[in-house]
Each structure stands twice: as C-alpha cells, then as structure tokens.
C-alpha cells in the first residue's frame, strides 16, 4: 500500500500500512487496481478516437470507477472486486473494437505496443489482490514524473465526480470524457516533464470546464440558488439525514417521504440543496443537521433516524448507528445496506430507509439558530452594483475566498482565527464544506452585504470563479490577481485538487493553502509551482492576514 491522494496522509508522505482516514492495505490496492484498468480502459479510447467517438457509456464507467476511489467513498473490497472484474469487460470490449476498425483501416493486425494495464487479465479475484499490490504509484521510479502523473490523477478523479453528478441530471459532454481519457493513458506514457506539466493546466482547464457544466445541470433543473436562511435546530418527527452532493437523490427521496410524517435534514456538503428554489416546496424539508464530514459518528448517533450517504465523505462506523446507514450510487461500507441505482427512466428506492425512519425517536438537538447562505454567482452578480460601489467607497477593502474542504487536523483552527480576525471591511467568499469552520460566526455585514458569502458546494467554486472574472471585467483590469481578491484555501481530497487547478489554470497566483501543501508533490514539482503560481503554505494567522491586506 502506498497512499498519498489526500491532505491528511500519514507524515505528509504516504500511508503504506493503513490510511488515516481508515481505508485498510488491502482496499487501497483494491483501489490502485481499479485506476490501473482505468488506465488500460484509457489506452484503447485514445487510440479508438481515430476511427470515430468512444461509446458514452465508457465514458460513464469510468467516471463512476475513478469516483469510487475518491477518499473516504468506497469501503467495501466486495463491490471493488466486481468494478474490477466490469474494468476488465469495458476494457477488452474496446480493445476489440480498436483491433477490428484498426484491421479494417489498414489491412493488418494491431502490433504497436501495449502497457500492462491494457493487456493484464484474471477472472479470479484472488489474483486481483497480488496484482493489485504492484499497480500503485510506487512503479512509477522517477520522483518527478510520479508527482506530475499524481496531480493530474488526482485532478482527473474530481473532474471525473463532477461529471458523473452532472450526468445523473442528464448533462454529459464526449470532449470532458476525451480529455479523462487523454489523461489517464498519459501515466502509462514516458512524456516530458514540460509535457506533462502542460497536461497539468490541461487538467484545470477542463476542472473548469466540468464546473460549469454541473453549474448548468444544478441550475437548469433546480433553479438558480436565492440567498436563504437555513434552520439548525429540529422538529419533533422522526427524520432522515442525507449526506453528499447528490440533488438527485435529495429531490426522489423528498418526494417518496412526502405525506409519511417523517422530515428530511441535510448534513455536510447536502446544506447548499436548500438554496434551490425547487427544494422550497416541500414542507417536511427542515433543515441541516450537525456539520462537516469528520463530525459525523458523533452526529450520525444523535440524529437517531437513518442516514443516506450519497457521495463522499464516509468514515468509519464509530458507535451504534451501521443498521441505519444506506449507502448509494458510488459509495459503499460493509454491513450498511445498499441503494440500487435508479431504473432507467425510474426513480431509485428509498422505501427501506422510509420504513427505517418510522421505528426510529426523532433527532436530538445540536443547536437551534439559522445561518444564511445562498450567495452563488447569479445572487453576487445580481448585487454587483451594490458591491462595487461598496469597493469603491473603501467601504469593502478586500475579498478573502476561503473554500474547499475540512478536515480534522487541529491546524484548521487557522481558518476559523482567520475568519475571526479579518479587518470588519473583509468579506469571505466560500464554498465546500471548508466553510463549517466559521460560517456560524456573527460576523455582521457591510452595508446589508453579509460578511460571510457562501456560494455551496465545493464544485460552486465555479461561482467563485466567474464572480472573480466578473468583477475584473467591471473594474476593468487586465489580471485577475489586480483585484482585491486573496485566496485562502483548505483543502482535503481529489475534488479539492481540481478546484486548484482550474484556479491556476484561471491565472490565480499567490494562493495560500493548508493546513499543509499536498505530500504528493515532489521537491521539484512545488518549486516550479512555487515559482510560477507564488502557491504557499499557510502560516501564521496575524501575518497572513497582513500580508493578504496588501495584496501579498
């Protein structure tokens, strides 16, 4: 086992004996399997491209497959060994259709060569486990090529989630597939450090271009976020608390608990659902409960009712509460029961969660209050007026946009003491669950602008983006860092890594990030980056408050 992908990795280097988020040796080389078919599965769709369009649903497979190994979605080795064994049907069913166009072409056989993981094969999930022990990163032997190879994975992974969630609601784009498949066959490739730094930016180029397509799906199917006031505290009604980013799911469970007396509560990433307009109809959907990912054994006890994980993050069960955990879509846990995913044209059934929560007390109460959030790029825009005249009256000096992930590092109070102490004539510009450190603090506002701008999602980090382009072209200034405008990011899994790369693809220099730079970029990776992008660890909160204020 070698494991790097997220910030909390053991020594900042790797975990090679069990993860600390808790994923066990043997379901870490599971994972490194998968991604090595996928990789396979990526050599023949680059290659097939000549001859015409790879069938969409290889596309849909792999996004769903890099997904699965996402930290903190996929625990159970069961369902790994059966991804496995569809890698390897997705994979030789292209490869033939390669070999025959390819025959059909040019009147030969395909001899070109081929890596091991577009040629590997075993039936026999036994040899899945000794071969998965040499497909992780550690074959790579170069340094620098393994950390560039890394960014791009990890970067593709998030690119790949944020296609899948835009998918579901039936937004797919064959370039976004292309350029995943472009990406994952370049780690079997000997390609030039220049080259594959290219392909890093490549790899935030199309981070933004997935963003915006899930924008377009969340938007186009739930409405436009408004700027809401979300309810903390609970009713008296036996509930069900769903976790994740899935709004699809949200939508077909609050329309099948609909008149059975049971609310529905959001938890973690799920809050910004109660921003849509369309979510607002149903009554029984009260509000959000508990806070970010790595609260949860503690949370999901108390809530009492059942919990439905729709995506990422999942930790392990510490408490009484596995016979009411579900899982669905890409995330699994062993013993915790398994939503199947939706028929075509049908809606996926939450009938045993439902039954579930009639047995069940309803939750005890964390906290009664209300928080306001809601402030995507179509409400900012829509007060950009008054926001512009609020920069230019120096009523508002600078923008801090602290979004992306939280995590249990006791380092991370950095960003609640940052949020504390900005100067009152700072507003924080958020998104992820990064904003649980601070977004019930009283704050206040400036001029009827709340101080604390929570846009959603991490993947709203798009909103982020375009209301940063936005008022670069309304203060018309040639680059985007001549705005007020400092980055303060936090950041924990792959879906992080791709919002900072579709950030310096952007142009975004000078942003700090914590609680530590990522351990998979090599000493000579992090110069460059640090050279050509000013990227920089977070450091002591008053001195980077200073330095944020003057632009640095």
């Known amino acids: 086992m070698f494991c790097n992908q997220c910030q909390e990795t053991a020594k900042n280097t790797g975990c090679t004996k069990k993860g600390v988020c808790g994923k066990p040796e043997d379901t870490a080389?599971?994972?490194?399997?998968?991604?090595?078919?996928?990789?396979?599965?990526?050599?023949?769709?680059k290659k097939f491209k000549e001859f015409g369009q790879v069938d969409e649903s290889v596309g849909r497979f792999v996004c769903e497959?890099?997904?699965?190994?996402i930290t903190n979605v996929g625990w159970d080795n069961k369902r790994f060994e059966k991804w496995i064994k569809d890698a390897l049907k997705v994979r030789d069913d292209l490869k033939a259709k390669f070999?025959?166009?390819?025959?059909?072409?040019?009147?030969?056989?395909?001899?070109?060569?081929?890596?091991?993981?577009?040629?590997?094969?075993?039936?026999?999930?036994?040899?899945?486990?000794?071969?998965?022990?040499?497909a992780g990163w550690l074959r790579i032997k170069d340094e620098d090529a393994r950390s560039l190879k890394q960014i791009i994975t990890y970067g593709v992974k998030g690119i790949a989630a944020y296609a899948d969630h835009a998918a579901i609601l039936g937004y797919k784009d064959p370039d976004i597939y292309d350029f995943i498949f472009e990406a994952m066959a370049a780690v079997t490739e000997d390609l030039s450090g220049d080259e594959l730094f290219n392909l890093v930016l490549k790899t935030g180029e199309y981070g933004v271009k997935t963003m915006a397509l899930l924008d377009?799906?969340?938007?186009?199917?739930?409405?436009?976020?408004?700027?809401?006031?979300?309810?903390?505290?609970?009713?008296?009604?036996?509930g069900i608390l769903i976790s994740g980013h899935d709004l699809k799911d949200l939508e077909e469970l609050l329309e099948q608990t609909k008149g059975t007396g049971i609310d529905v509560y959001t938890h973690g990433e799920m809050l910004p659902a109660h921003y849509y307009p369309a979510f607002k109809k149903y009554d029984h959907f009260v509000g959000n409960y508990g806070s970010s990912w790595w609260h949860q054994?503690?949370?999901?006890?108390?809530?009492?009712?059942?919990?439905?994980?729709?995506?990422?993050?999942?930790?392990?069960?510490?408490?009484?509460?596995?016979?009411?955990?579900?899982?669905?879509?890409?995330?699994?846990?062993?013993?915790?029961?398994?939503?199947?995913?939706?028929?075509?044209?049908g809606s996926k059934d939450f009938s045993k969660v439902i039954e579930r929560a009639?047995?069940?007390?309803?939750?005890?109460?964390?906290?009664?209050?209300?928080?306001?959030?809601g402030f995507a790029r179509n409400q900012v825009l829509a007060l950009a007026d008054k926001v512009v005249d609020a920069v230019k009256s120096g009523a508002i000096k600078r923008f801090i946009v602290m979004a992306g992930c939280d995590g249990r590092q006791k380092k991370r109070e950095y960003f609640t003491e940052v949020a504390k102490n900005l100067p009152k004539d700072t507003v924080i510009l958020t998104a992820g669950c990064a904003k649980y450190r601070y977004n019930k603090l009283d704050l206040g506002d400036i001029g009827g602008i709340p101080r604390i701008l929570d846009a959603g999602q991490c993947n709203d980090c798009y909103s982020l983006a375009v209301i940063a382009l936005k008022l670069k072209e309304v203060f018309g200034v040639q680059d985007i860092n001549d705005l007020p405008i400092s980055?303060?990011?936090?950041?924990?899994?792959?879906?992080?890594?791709?919002?900072?790369?579709?950030?310096?693809?952007?142009?975004v220099k000078g942003i700090r990030l914590g609680p530590t730079l990522p351990g998979f970029l090599s000493p000579n990776v992090a110069k460059?980056?640090?050279?050509?992008?000013?990227?920089?660890?977070?450091?002591?909160?008053?001195q980077d408050i200073e330095a944020m204020m003057q632009g640095k």
């Open 29 to 45: 080389n599971l994972q490194d399997l998968l991604i090595y078919l996928v990789e396979g599965i990526s050599i023949y769709a």
């Open 65 to 69: 497959a890099l997904f699965s190994t």
């Open 99 to 134: 070999l025959q166009a390819y025959k059909e072409k040019y009147g030969k056989e395909f001899d070109g060569p081929l890596d091991d993981a577009a040629t590997w094969y075993s039936d026999n999930p036994e040899d899945f486990y000794e071969k998965a022990k040499e």
């Open 216 to 238: 377009e799906a969340n938007t186009s199917t739930y409405g436009h976020p408004e700027i809401t006031e979300v309810y903390l505290g609970v009713r008296n009604n036996p």
């Open 297 to 345: 054994n503690k949370e999901f006890e108390s809530f009492n009712g059942p919990i439905i994980l729709t995506t990422n993050c999942l930790i392990p069960v510490r408490g009484n509460y596995l016979d009411r955990l579900f899982t669905t879509g890409v995330v699994n846990y062993p013993g915790a029961v398994h939503i199947e995913d939706r028929p075509k044209g």
């Open 358 to 373: 009639k047995s069940c007390p309803p939750p005890t109460s964390l906290e009664d209050k209300k928080i306001i959030g």
């Open 487 to 507: 980055f303060d990011i936090g950041w924990y899994e792959q879906k992080a890594v791709t919002v900072l790369l579709a950030l310096l693809y952007l142009g």
């Open 528 to 542: 460059v980056l640090v050279e050509k992008f000013d990227l920089k660890p977070i450091g002591d909160v008053k």
